[in-house]
């Protein structure tokens, strides 16, 4: 790997904490107008919108980590727009947590250094592998992402309409990469992918 190829790794990374994300869709959910919610409907609302942003900085993580050693131009060109999406769901959970009066998680760089670590290791295994890991996350993501829809508030609109768009791109990404050719990854693989999600959640939740 060159120095060059590190030095913008590093550079996407500090972006991905600390910058403000960019969307090319308008942020679902505008049409809706701003209800205001009660104490405890507002703090689970920031709750699941800090996970998702968590989420998304995760995604991040995984992408780019894949994109430093993928083996073939073609895992890179094929997932280029699923991460361009999730560049635009960081975008909108970060702006609706601002709306909301939330804050990030404090955890957003460990669990992305996390990510970009397993992002990197499942690109050196392999394109199948690589893309094997996508369809399993955002399988696993679109689940929670389901439930969280059960979670927030009835009346907070706007971050449902947020989160029912993201849950449907995800299953897009998962079929993009499944057809790009993505193997079904063992058990014990999918069973550490879920609990290192569930730590995730568990933290995230609070902190
Ligand atoms: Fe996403
Ligand atoms: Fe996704």
Not at 87 to 97: D, F, I, S, V
Not at 112 to 140: K, Y
């Amino acid at each position: 790997m060159q120095i060059d190829t590190l030095i913008e790794a590093f550079d996407k990374g500090l972006r991905t904490l600390w910058a403000p994300a960019q969307t090319v869709r308008p942020v679902p959910g505008q049409a809706f107008d701003d209800v205001v919610l009660g104490t405890e409907e507002r703090r689970e609302s920031i709750a699941m919108m800090r996970i998702n942003h968590c989420g998304e900085v995760c995604a991040q993580g995984l992408y780019q980590g894949q994109a430093l050693t993928a083996k073939t131009q073609r895992i890179k060109a094929s997932m280029a727009q699923s991460a361009l999406e999730e560049g635009e769901h960081l975008a909108w959970t970060e702006a609706r947590l601002k709306e909301l009066g939330g804050e990030k998680s404090i955890l957003n760089p460990f669990f992305f250094v996390g990510s970009l670590t397993v992002g990197a290791l499942s690109g050196l295994l392999g394109d199948r592998w690589s893309l094997g890991f996508v369809v399993e996350t955002e399988r696993q993501v679109a689940k929670h992402l389901q439930s969280h829809l059960n979670r927030l508030p009835p009346q907070d609109q706007k971050s449902r309409a947020i989160v029912s768009q993201m849950c449907e791109d995800e299953l897009t990404h998962a079929k993009r990469a499944l057809e790009g050719g993505g193997i079904a990854l063992p058990k014990p693989v999918k069973m550490g992918m879920s609990l290192s999600a569930k730590l995730m959640t568990s933290t995230t939740y609070w902190l």
